[in-house]
């Protein structure tokens, strides 16, 4: 399954078109074909980019030519002819679609809302606040930093997007906190996600303050970069199944 900004938007742009003229979704359609590959797309020799970078298909050459020309001649016979069987055919592949990017879309809900701040943020902070001391905030950010991230996205994925992953994804792994001496230092800081052959490395900085009763306004504090989970699903459906030549991380 391929997954990008530029076609979730291209989805629900004809999604929005669709409410207001019905028929989009046969002039202009935009069909997902799931375990289909950008190669299958094409014949004789891949260039080397996309050599490189395309997915491993789900299904096999035959099957892929089959499903692109039923949508492609389904799309010429009703724009030429208005064909109630081919409407059928574009009927199915617009509510496929569209399913498809569901669990996509709810992930990048939790990254922005109309506020302007991340809901993801929030629900993290929850998680902070329902523990019991501070000693148990360090211990757990690790935990909301990355855990939380990958269970949010591997639990919201499709069972065909889970199952993929699980045999033949390279996995999200995730390395203790770095800690930063200051705010300033957290402040400039990222989050690391550095890809090697055995995975995705995630690695959080993080910054704390212990904790003073006599101080208590200014003092226990934590703070920690988090994993989106939109990012830990995009890897989990795309980037995680592509081939990697790059050595395992080197050993400390």
Sequence with gaps: ????????????????????????????PVILMEGVNHGQFASGRMPSNVATHDLPPDVTNTTAYQR??????SFVSYTLRNN???QWVLDEGFN????????????KELDTNRFSTSNWTQTAQKSVIALQNA???????????GKLSVLEAFYSSSSVARERYARKGRQMILEEDMLTS?????????????????????QSQRYETTYKPSQKDSSGFFYCSLLSPFRAMEWIYVDSLRPMKRQNKPKA
């Excluded at 076609?7 to 409410?19: M, R, T």
């Excluded at 692109?68 to 001649?73: G, S, V």
């Excluded at 679609?97 to 996509?104: E, F, H, M, V």
């Excluded at 000693?135 to 930093?145: A, P, R, T, Y």
């Design 84 to 86: 109630t069987s081919s």
């Design 68 to 73: 692109i020309a039923n949508y492609t001649c």
């Design 135 to 145: 000693s148990q905030i360090l211990v757990k950010g690790v935990e909301i930093d």
């Design 182 to 202: 200051n705010q300033l230092a957290w402040l400039v800081s990222q989050l690391q996600l550095v890809e090697f052959s055995d995975g995705l490395h995630v």
């Design 96 to 107: 496929k679609t569209y399913q498809l990017i569901q669990p996509l879309r709810r992930m």
């Design 1 to 28: 399954m391929l997954t990008d900004d530029c076609f979730e938007n291209k989805v629900i742009e004809l999604y929005n078109d669709v409410a207001t003229d019905p028929r989009a979704k046969y002039h202009t």
